[in-house]
């Protein structure tokens, strides 16, 4: 049984799509379920400015996905740096064993493009 914010995050998604001329972007896809996800992403000044995804997978992969999105825009990238998969997972509600899955896919996603923007920013 899946929370009521997975089931809202994967009914409503925030922040869809991709960003045009994004700062940076990465594709991970998970390869035991088949999941993936790609994040573009737009920093100005430091800052995260738009961050926009893409997802093929389950309801937890999707919903962890939009979540995301939603925690890390607005944050500077030291910020977003610093932002653990115990917090995703406590915001959406909490995952089924058999889900955390999509927590990891995210939050690889998240730091293979927070990586491109360097270590200084």
């Known amino acids: 049984m899946y929370s009521p914010q997975v089931l809202d995050h994967f009914q409503h998604p925030r922040n869809p799509g991709e960003v ?7 594709q991970i896809e998970n390869p035991a379920c088949g999941d993936v996800l790609r994040l573009t992403v737009r920093v100005v000044a430091g800052r995260i400015e738009d961050i926009r995804f893409l997802a093929q997978g389950c309801v937890p992969a999707m919903a962890c996905a939009s979540l995301l999105t939603e925690l890390v825009k607005g944050r ?46």
């Open 76 to 121: 500077t990238v030291v910020e977003a740096r610093q932002l653990r998969r115990e917090e995703l997972i406590r915001v959406i509600g909490g995952l089924p064993k058999a889900s955390t899955h999509a927590s990891h896919l995210a939050m690889d996603t998240l730091a293979a493009v927070l990586k491109q923007l360097g270590a200084g920013d």
């Open 20 to 26: 045009i001329h994004p700062d940076a972007s990465a």
